[in-house]
Nanobody, 115 residues
């Protein structure tokens, strides 16, 4: 069973930075495609950033140039560095692992950006 635990959320002022972490267990981490998603109240969950097994990255247009996804296979952890945060980045951020044909989700971490 794959388990994902997010951490690093919190309250930050606009223009500030946060780094989210997602620790994974229960699978061969290096083989997983990992991603960060977010869901704001009243909105659907949306993709923020994805990182492939080879380190290839893909970002939502809304976060390009501000967010950076990375992974440390030795620590079974994926990160999301978020800079120049905006109030519209406020959401619950979820980590997702794609393991073969199966998807697994963490419970999420709240990010709140005040104006």
């Amino acid at each position: 069973q794959v388990q994902l635990v997010e951490s690093g959320g919190g309250l930050v002022q606009a223009g500030g930075s946060l780094r989210l972490s997602c620790a994974a267990s229960g699978s061969t981490f290096s083989r997983n495609v990992m991603g960060w998603y977010r869901q704001a109240p009243g909105n659907q969950r949306e993709s923020v950033a994805v990182i492939g097994r080879d380190g290839t990255t893909l970002y939502a247009d809304s976060v390009k140039g501000r967010f950076t996804i990375s992974r440390d296979n030795a620590l079974n952890t994926v990160y999301l560095q978020m800079n120049s945060l905006k109030p519209e980045d406020t959401a619950v951020y979820y980590c997702k692992a794609l393991v073969g044909q199966s998807s697994y989700w963490g419970r999420g971490t709240q990010v709140t950006v005040s104006s």
